[in-house]
């Protein structure tokens, strides 16, 4: 946990979503392909995770560690040669933590249609200080309407997240307390 006083409000002056968007480019290659001929889901997930760090050492003004990702979504397959683009962005922020929304698009090398969205991902990081341990994160200020809808989403995404840990760590200490050693 934390060593900040509970209640301690972030003071630090807001920031813009815009101030962080960030996108990622790379063009894939055969070094990022699976057995089948496409490319391997942990390459678009690192890109993912690189996109959305950055994204949140941007905002937070300082070094974040990802503290979970969620919701990977890998919606149609990436070949060699395909342009991948991986937009990210500040959805939410909490005391110490922001949660990255990010969006995976793909031109593909031999078509010159729109890119294509391929994937989707949330993060959550934690601002860390330079023991690791967690500092306040400025508040993010929505843009737009959409910005605003993605805010509330990441709300709920946040109370379930919550829920579901607070679920699991209660159901462990009630087997723990009736004696089971699993
Ligand atoms: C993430 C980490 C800093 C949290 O530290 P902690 O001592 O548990 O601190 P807290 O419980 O106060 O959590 C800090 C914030 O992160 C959030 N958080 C912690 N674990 C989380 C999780 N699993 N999912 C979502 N949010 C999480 C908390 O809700 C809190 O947010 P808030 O301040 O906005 O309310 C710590 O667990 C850590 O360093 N993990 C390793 C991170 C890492 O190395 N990532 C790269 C993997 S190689």
């Known amino acids: 946990m934390t060593d900040l006083a509970p ?13 962080s968007r960030t996108t990622l480019s790379h ?6 392909t699976n057995l089948l001929g496409t490319v391997h889901g942990g390459v678009i997930m690192k890109l993912v995770d690189d996109a959305a760090g950055a994204v949140a050492g941007r905002h937070s ?18 070949r060699v040669g395909d342009l ?3 937009k990210a962005q500040v959805n939410w922020t909490g005391r110490t933590s922001m949660e990255v929304g990010v969006r995976v698009l793909a031109e593909r090398w031999n078509e010159s249609t729109p890119a294509q969205q391929v994937g989707s991902a949330y993060l959550v990081f934690a601002a860390v200080d330079a023991d690791g341990k967690p500092r306040l994160v400025p508040p993010v200020i929505p843009e737009s309407d959409r910005d605003r809808r993605r805010s509330q989403e990441a709300q709920i995404r946040r109370t379930h997240r919550l829920a579901r840990r607070r679920a699991i760590m209660e159901l462990r200490e009630s087997r723990a307390a009736e004696g089971f050693d699993d």
């Open 7 to 19: 209640g301690t409000e972030s003071t630090i002056p807001g920031k813009p979503t815009s101030a």
């Open 27 to 32: 063009i894939m290659t055969h070094a990022d």
């Open 61 to 78: 003004g300082g070094p974040a560690v990802t503290a979970s990702m969620d919701e990977m979504a890998f919606l149609e397959p990436v």
């Open 84 to 86: 991948v683009h991986v």
